[in-house]
């Protein structure tokens, strides 16, 4: 079975600190992807990355930053926290027929 | 605007019926379509995939495809309360490295 974990299922930040979500997927996959997902919006696509130091903005982008050192970490960076950041954050990786595995999801809380 | 899209819901059904889940995308080019399942607080969960036109059946779960009338469903036969969920329609449209997801529909079960 796929395998993808997030370093916390649970957070709470202050406005302006530096966040790091980070996201790891056991079945040497490719592509990994950063969404977010708030009520009556949907999943919305932050960033995704398709190799190793490669990364391609989504559809929402302005306020995150993201890091792939290895292929099988992703981490998502909230460069200064602000409180319309508050949301449920959900990694996935893409196996060979385009299917997604998502993680658990970390829901961030910014005050 | 790549679209799909799903009815919101709520749909609500009594245990021991179908419920019948309808999606609709904009992309002619469309190659692969999923279904996922996300309870509520939880990330979602990959329950189904379909490729090709017509019927794919996995226990319960049953996904019909027809690409030229742009529209895949998904039918759950004998409901379960343990179904109750939003449940999420995703297409990959050719070419792309991602998923295109629709805003889900809720399904109630009542027992």
């Known amino acids: 079975d796929v395998k993808v974990t997030q370093s916390s299922r649970y957070l709470v930040k202050r406005t302006g600190e530096k966040v790091f979500l980070e996201c790891v997927q056991d079945?040497?996959?490719?592509?990994m992807f950063w969404y977010r997902q708030d009520p009556g919006l949907g999943l919305r696509l932050i960033y995704f990355s398709y190799d190793v130091k490669m990364k391609e903005k989504g559809d929402i982008p302005e306020g995150y930053s993201v890091s792939r050192e290895k292929k099988e970490r992703f981490s998502l960076i909230l460069e200064s926290a602000s409180t319309n950041q508050t949301s449920m954050y959900l990694c996935?990786?893409?196996?060979?027929?385009?299917?997604?595995?998502f993680g658990p999801g970390t829901r961030l809380t910014v005050t | 605007q790549k679209e799909v899209e799903q009815n919101s819901g709520p749909l609500s059904v009594p245990e021991g019926a179908i419920a019948s889940l309808n999606c609709t995308y904009s992309d002619r080019g469309s190659q692969s379509f999923f279904w996922y399942r996300q309870y509520s607080g939880k990330s979602p969960e990959l329950i189904m995939s379909i490729y090709s036109n017509g019927d794919k059946e996995d226990g319960r779960f049953t996904a019909q495809l027809n690409k030229a009338s742009q529209y895949v469903s998904l039918l759950i036969r004998d409901s379960q309360p343990s179904d109750s969920a939003t449940y999420l329609c995703?297409?990959?449209?050719?070419?792309?490295?991602?998923?295109?997801f629709g805003k889900g529909t809720k399904l109630t079960v009542n027992p």
């Open positions: 996935a990786s893409r196996g060979t027929l385009y299917e997604q595995y």
């Open positions: 079945m040497d996959h490719e592509n």
């Open positions: 995703a297409v990959n449209q050719g070419g792309s490295e991602k998923l295109v």
